[in-house]
């Protein structure tokens, strides 16, 4: 038996899959077999942060000696020291800066007389007190009943007066917290290696040769590792703050760096995880423009070759390749056809094809014209019929149905019995089935099924009148021509290859489309004509068959049990007129569905207007294919009686 090849989208996936996790393997292995590396790479991780940490520092304290700066060199507020306006301006400061407790003005001279303050509530006249005893440094820390501050210091413009600002240093506290650094120890300290902030009292476990850089000042920022006094490996880095006489430094054991390593590996699970999402998105992008296409494009050619037992162990491409080799044999051999005649037809082209028989374009060179020639093989209904019975069964009614002569019905021409085939000549439709042109188009609006509704029961009312009932209504059966018109086809023919025919002891028929009383062993009548129309009906407004279950015996349940919900209450723009029309066509009991098609589109035509159809074909052309009426299944009575006692008990 042959394997069942991969299908394209699988190797699509497999490639996306193979190009990103290729980096994800790689990272893998690379954290595997290089842990010792991640001390380095921790070391790293260390002096980035801390070098983060040390602009952000710098940062805080340049915008709290800017905005200083910007009142030392205010003349305008230094010539008005005690007015109204110089106590707004020091006020809205305060107010504006939360951190910020106090401004002063001091004379710069040696008496620094205290000539303007303005302080919050909460410092009181503590404020005075540490401003004035502050030493002449531009920027220092001072811890005073366990409160810590900040004294930022600035010549004014003048140079005759010194500003001073009191900070609450809770925010530098704040900056020295660091995610990145979990547990690490980390300080900030001054030139004169004072530790200001931190969660350090000292920084004497420093190493060596980083206490050496410091000192040095040539460099802005190192890390290195070492062995501590307990024997474990420590790493440890710092970085000056720019500005300032004070560096950001730290220090943790480097059994941190296996926290790193999970971290990295939870990031690279991520990683593969977004990856994962990347490529389903890809596949979902190349299922929609590459592989649909494709796909649709088999089944196209498939239907031009009329068949759909195309080899389908290979991937879309080995299909496409098939179906192109198809295509061309049947090119080929389509000159050959020309040479075929049955009876005085000749055969042109094939139109579509089916384990019933065979529809060709073919040319009556008796009367000229074009007519498309149906073929019925009779050694297929001789299992269950008489062969002259059939024959004899086909030209009565193929005689009959070619007397009606209606712009809604397939005008039949001929019947022909050639040994185990017989065959119908018929006027030719340039145009599709109502299936086929569902099948595109899912739907047809509420308006264009009025007109469609109205050619169908126009030229089922003119077979009613002649007593000829079709038997087997559905949407196969009902031809849309490219030049507007709607016709009714299989007239006579239905009767030998439909699935709704009921003869002795069988019934060949379509489940979906067999009214109730057919599958309860009545008589076909116009009212089971009817029925079939409403199902058609309501196909065209809501896009399913109503009947249609998992099974026959589904099919057959539902359509004995089920009352769908009307269209209308499915659609608000299908008109009720419409809905209730089609209700009625689909009642269970017969005797309570209309009983005169002209009546029908006369009430239609009434409610809604004359409609004209006009389908769009925009997208669709003739195609070879296989035809549903072609390719019929005959089922006993007794299999429809067996599955209906099962349901009932």
Known sequence: MKSKALPLIAWIV????????????????????????????????????????????????????NLLRSIADNQNLLEQLQSKLSDELLASTLLVQNEVLAIAVFTNDDAQRLEKIAQKKTVGLLAESILQHASEDALQAITLNDQSYLVIRQLTVDQKHIALMLVDRSKLQDLLTVPALNDAVLGLSSGQNEIIDGNVNNYASFPDNLRTLVEARYVGSAADNFVGDNGARQVAAFARVTGTDWIVFSQQPA???????????????????????????????????????????????QRLLGTNSADTSGSEIDQLRQSFSLLERQLKNKSELQSVSLGRYQIEDVIASGSMGTIFRGWDPRLEREVAIKTIKIGKLEVFFDRHELVAKLVKEAKIVAKIIHPNIVTVYDAVD???????????????????????HKTIPPLQTVALAIGILRGLSEAHRRSIIHRDIKPSNVLLGYNGSIKL????????????????????????????????????????????????LYR?????????????????????????????????NIPEPLSNVVMSLLAKDPLMRPNNAAMVADSLEKALG????????????????????????????????????????
């Open 489 to 536: 086809s299989d007239f006579g023919v239905a009767s030998l290859t439909s699935k709704n025919l009921k003869v002795d002891s069988h019934v060949i028929g379509s489940p979906g489309h067999i009214a109730p009383e057919i599958i309860n062993k009545s008589a076909y009548s116009e009212m089971s004509d009817m029925f079939a129309v409403g199902v058609v």
């Open 418 to 440: 050639a040994q185990d085939i017989a065959f119908i000549a018929m006027e030719l439709i340039d145009g599709i089935s109502l299936n086929d042109y569902l099948q595109r």
């Open 255 to 301: 059994d941190k760096a296996e926290i790193a390593r999970q971290d990295m590996w939870n990031a690279a699970i991520r990683a593969l995880l977004a990856v994962s999402l990347l490529c389903a998105l890809f596949a979902f992008a190349a299922h929609t423009k590459i592989i649909k296409p494709i796909r649709e494009m088999i089944l196209a050619q």
């Open 540 to 572: 065209c407004l809501v896009g399913d068959n109503p009947f249609k279950g998992t099974s026959i015996k589904q099919t057959f349940i539902l359509t004995g049990n089920y009352t769908p919900p009307p269209p209308c209450k499915l659609d608000r």
């Open 14 to 65: 497999l490639g996306l899959l193979l190009v990103g996790l290729l980096p994800f393997a790689i990272t893998a292995y690379q954290i595997k077999a290089n842990q010792d590396s991640l001390i380095g790479q921790v070391q790293q991780t260390h002096l980035v942060s801390v070098d983060a940490t040390a602009d952000k520092v710098s940062s805080y304290v340049l915008g709290l000696q």
């Open 610 to 649: 004359v409609q004209r159809w006009e389908p769009s074909f925009s997208d669709d052309i003739l195609q070879v294919g296989e035809h549903a009426g072609l390719t019929t299944e005959i089922l006993p009575d007794t299999a429809i009686r067996k599955m209906m006692r099962a349901n009932n008990e």
